[in-house]
C-alpha cells in the first residue's frame, strides 16, 4: 500500500513538474513567435528573437519546439496577431510590480490582470508608476566549474557590469549590448551549461520583508504568471 501511495505521489508531482514546464515552453513559444514573425528567422539578423532563444535554451526549451516556433512565425499565412502590453502596479507591502503581457485580446487580459491584483491584495497603478524602478540587464548564472578568477577576469574585459560570487554559483550582470560577449567569454572557457541566461528587468534597489509578508506577493506572483498571457512579472522583492 505505501509502495502504491508512493508511487502515486511521484506520479502527480511528476505531472505537476510536466504542465509547468509545458505552460512555460507555451509562453516561450509565443515570445519567439511574436521576434520572428515577419523576418526570415535567423536570430544572427535579429537581436530580439536571439535573446528570447537565449532564454529558451536557459530553460531546456528542446530544439524541434524552438524550430516550430521560429517555422510557424515565418511561413506566412494568417497567424495569431499578439500585442505587447505591459501593466504596472503594486503587491502587497507595497512592492512594485511590471507585468509583461502578450495578448491578441487586450480587454481580457486587463481584466485577468486587474482581478488577479485585486484579491490578492495588490493593485494597478498608471504608465510609469513603477517602471522607473526597473533597468534592462543581461543576467547570467552558472555553476562553479570554472576557476574564479580567470572567470571574473573574462567577463570583466568583455564588459559585465557585476559579478557576484554565491555559495554554489556565479553571478553576472550585462548591458544588454554585452550580454552575448560575456556570454561566448565564459562559454570558450568551458562553461556549458547555465542555469539562467537571458536579458530581462532587474530592479535598482530591493526591498526586504519578512517570511510571512514576502509569502504573501510571492504567492501574487505565481497568480500573475498562472495567466496564459502574461509572459513575465517583474519585482523588487528581496
Known sequence: M????????????????????GKIFQKIAKEIYVAAKGTNGNPDDNPNLRAVLEKARSNNMP???????????????????????????????GVALMIDCLTDNRN????????????RGGNLGTDGSVSYLFERKGVIVTDKSVDEDEAMMACLDNGALDFI????????????????????????????????????????????????????????IDALEDIDDVQNVYSNLG
Open 63 to 93: 530544439k524541434d519546439n524552438i524550430q516550430k516556433a521560429i517555422d510557424k512565425a515565418i511561413g506566412g499565412g494568417n497567424g495569431e496577431d499578439y500585442e505587447s502590453v505591459r501593466y504596472e502596479g503594486y503587491g502587497p507591502s
Open 165 to 220: 560570487v554565491n555559495e554554489d554559483n556565479y553571478e553576472i550582470y550585462t548591458g544588454v549590448e554585452d550580454f552575448i560577449k560575456v556570454k561566448e567569454a565564459l562559454e570558450s572557457m568551458g562553461v556549458k551549461e547555465f542555469i539562467t541566461s537571458e536579458v530581462t528587468f532587474v530592479a535598482n534597489n530591493l526591498v526586504e520583508l519578512d517570511d510571512e509578508q514576502s509569502e504573501k506577493v510571492q504567492n501574487l
Open 108 to 119: 481580457r487580459t486587463a481584466m485577468l490582470v486587474r482581478s488577479t491584483l485585486t484579491k
Open 2 to 21: 505505501s509502495g502504491h501511495s508512493k508511487w502515486a505521489t511521484i506520479h502527480r508531482k511528476k505531472g505537476e513538474l510536466d504542465a509547468a514546464r
